[in-house]
């Protein structure tokens, strides 16, 4: 029935289309060539083809007659394309030469080694994390609180003289989670560290609230050039109060961002 074609066998063609990562392997198409089978729920479709790179019968695009029927039959020949690029490289045969389809068919392998690579890499880390889902979910919880941009504001505060809300009300609500059981992590390092930071919270506000005067947007705190003008003598006193309270919330700081760590990791 075949007569003298060199056709590619069943098992070349699964194998072709599983290294194309059943897409078409034309430039930019990308198409994908296997799914589901809309009319069953336990069937599925393929149409893409295994294109002869030279062809299977004399006559046929870039023909070589100086290959065996083995070799014209054989994987290295074949390329995985969607019924639109597999026509079109049949009919426009001047259009590509045989080196061209090569090229394409290695950068479409390396195109689906990449996307496995990436999917696997995304994906089982999560499955394979040492902590439990309710763990990873008060990570996220800890980490909308304290995230990178509360820890910069955080970090970068001065203490001196006033000092905005925005960056004390996440402290008090490290505080607050620390005596609601939902927030108790289930791993016992993860709660240390949960315990580390909302005791390094309290001691922040032991020693800030010995100094600091509530206003409608934030809190009155030390003024050095104000202690300064009026009682020179004190001066120092009040550079190591404010040096002290820095010193506080870098350690605090710390220990948010070891838990922020954490969770981008898992
Ligand atoms: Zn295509």
Not at 72 to 81: E, H
Not at 137 to 144: D, F, H, P
Not at 156 to 170: A, I, K, L, M, Q
């Amino acid at each position: 029935m075949t007569g003298n074609r060199d056709d590619f066998s069943q098992s070349v063609k699964t194998v072709l289309a599983g290294r194309a990562g059943w897409k078409c392997s034309f430039p930019q198409c990308n198409r994908s060539t296997a799914g589901p089978a809309v009319e069953s729920h336990d069937k599925w479709i393929k149409n893409g083809v295994a294109a002869h790179i030279t062809a299977a019968a004399p006559g046929g695009p870039r023909y070589d007659a100086s290959i065996s029927p083995d070799q014209r039959s054989d994987i290295s020949n074949a390329i995985w394309m969607c019924p639109t690029h597999g026509s079109l490289i049949d009919k426009e045969q001047a259009a590509y030469t045989v080196e061209e389809i090569k090229s394409w068919k290695i950068e479409a392998e390396s195109r689906a080694a990449r996307e496995l690579e990436r999917s696997s890499a995304t994906h089982p880390s999560q499955a394979t994390s040492p902590y439990s889902s309710k763990d990873i979910a008060t990570l996220a919880s800890y980490s909308g609180v304290m995230s990178y941009q509360v820890i910069e504001l955080i970090r970068g505060e001065r203490f001196g003289s006033f000092v905005r809300h925005d960056v004390t009300n996440p402290l008090y609500q490290i505080l607050e989670m620390k005596g609601n059981p939902r927030y108790k992590f289930q791993n016992s390092a993860l709660e240390k560290l949960r315990q580390n930071l909302a005791s390094e919270v309290e001691a922040f506000f032991t020693h800030f609230g010995q100094q600091s005067a509530g206003l409608p947007s934030g809190y009155e705190y030390i003024n050095v050039s104000e202690f300064s003008r009026n009682d020179p003598e004190s001066r120092s006193y009040w550079e190591e109060q404010i040096y002290e309270t820095q010193r506080l919330a870098q350690g605090l700081c710390s220990t948010a961002m070891r838990l922020l760590e954490i969770k981008e990791n898992n």
